[in-house]
Antibody, heavy 123, light 107 residues
Framework: QVQLVESGGGLVKPGGSLRLSCAASGFTFSDYYMSWIRQAPGKGLEWVSYISSSSSYTNYADSVKGRFTISRDNAKNSLYLQMNSLRAEDTAVYYC????????????????WGKGTTVTVSS | SYVLTQPPSVSVAPGQTARITCGGNNIGSKSVHWYQQKPGQAPVLVVYDDSDRPSGIPERFSGSNSGNTATLTISRVEAGDEADYYCQVWDSSSDPVFGGGTKLTVL
């Protein structure tokens, strides 16, 4: 079945780095855009970044631009998020999600989500 | 950037109809998607492209979008529908945006 499994979360000090991974299975990974979304404790969903199917295009939320880097390895069916210069406000559950494109609506949405991995930034 | 506004909470009795709104400037010109998130779980897509349902989502879930307001309607509400609901838009003219979320309480 279609599945996304995140890993790599943990406790890190402010200013530190962490690399998240997302393993995809059950679908042709290279056909889809992918995205990272995060949720701070007790807060709502916040889009973080997305990457095109061939890695030719990436985009980031202003809150992480210049600090986070999204990448993918289609041969390994894997999505990554390199997080540098981490701050307390980056503390959140990080979800990876498959992006679907509506050919009629010309709109994008996340149709499959992983269970998330928790990142805690604290001294 | 584009802003989506949701009421923080909505309450409804079992068997009644719940309506959760999502406001945005001329949101009727965009496609709106809705996610359900139960405590401790990942979000689940329940409505996409304003009013379409993914396979496995009950027909009780429906959506509409016009003017400055999109609405998720849940008919014959059940205790299991209690969750947070988020609207979202994303097209070529904007980055992905989520609404602040609405907590649905089943009385």
């Amino acid at each position: 079945q279609v599945q996304l499994v995140e890993s790599g979360g943990g406790l890190v000090k402010p200013g530190g780095s962490l690399r998240l991974s997302c393993a995809a299975s059950g679908f042709t990974f290279s056909d889809y855009y992918m995205s990272w979304i995060r949720q701070a404790p007790g807060k709502g969903l916040e889009w973080v970044s997305y990457i095109s199917s061939s890695s030719s295009y990436t985009n980031y939320a202003d809150s992480v631009k210049g600090r986070f880097t999204i990448s993918r390895d289609n041969a390994k069916n894997s999505l990554y998020l390199q997080m540098n210069s981490l701050r307390a406000e980056d503390t959140a559950v990080y979800y990876c999600a498959r992006v679907k494109f509506g050919v009629v609506s010309l709109s994008y949405y996340m149709d499959v989500w992983g269970k998330g991995t928790t990142v805690t930034v604290s001294s | 950037s584009y802003v989506l506004t949701q009421p923080p909470s909505v309450s409804v009795a079992p068997g009644q109809t719940a309506r959760i709104t999502c406001g945005g400037n001329n949101i009727g010109s965009k496609s709106v998607h809705w996610y359900q998130q139960k405590p401790g779980q990942a979000p689940v897509l329940v409505v996409y492209d304003d009013s379409d349902r993914p396979s496995g989502i009950p027909e009780r879930f429906s959506g509409s979008n016009s003017g400055n307001t999109a609405t998720l309607t849940i008919s014959r509400v059940e205790a299991g529908d209690e969750a947070d609901y988020y609207c979202q838009v994303w097209d070529s003219s904007s980055d992905p945006v989520f609404g602040g979320g609405t907590k649905l309480t089943v009385l």
